[in-house]
């Protein structure tokens, strides 16, 4: 499914973007790849993390270091941000972002996941999230509101779940 948007960053950049659901990210250029995000749950709860640099709501997760697998990523990002381990994990799609009037863009991948604590949260020092909350996956909303995109990513993450929860991990 391919989904457009865009929106307009605090500094008048506007960016254009393109969400298309894939079960694999091997078709990307992985140099053109620089983020990361999982929408994770424990149990039956979504994890939300708070704070960023827009301090507010949102997916766990970050930037893609130099030499790093994209779930090398994913489970370093969670762990760091999070302190909860992934357990299962799959691809959801990946978001093409364009700065308006630009030709090059980016990609900003988005999976699904099960997660467990390591234990209480702990803010990865010097880190973006001063917060986590679980949350019942339905009230999203209440949280962050990403248009038809987010909605698709959320809606994706909640159908891949049962099958993530089924492996034997």
Not at 145 to 158: F, K, L, S, T
Not at 162 to 167: C, D, K, S, V
């Amino acid at each position: 499914m391919l989904l457009t948007g865009g929106y307009k960053d605090r500094k008048g950049v506007e960016y254009l973007l393109e969400y298309l659901d894939v079960d694999s990210f091997a078709d990307l250029d992985p140099s053109l790849c620089t983020q990361v995000y999982g929408i994770c749950f424990c149990g039956d709860q979504m994890i939300v993390g708070y704070g960023g640099r827009k301090e507010g709501w949102g997916m766990i997760g970050g930037t893609i270091e130099p030499g790093e697998a994209f779930e090398e990523t994913l489970k370093r990002e969670i762990q760091e941000e999070s302190n909860m381990e992934v357990l299962a994990f799959a691809p959801i799609g990946y978001q093409k972002v364009t700065v308006k009037g630009e030709q090059s863009s980016i990609y900003q991948l988005r999976y699904a996941c099960i997660a467990r604590p390591y234990g209480p949260f702990v803010s990865d020092p010097g880190g973006p999230i001063k917060r986590i909350e679980l949350i019942n996956p339905a009230d999203y909303k209440k949280y962050f509101d990403w248009g038809e995109i987010g909605d698709r990513i959320i809606q994706r993450a909640v159908e891949l779940k049962e099958g993530l929860l089924a492996r034997n991990y």
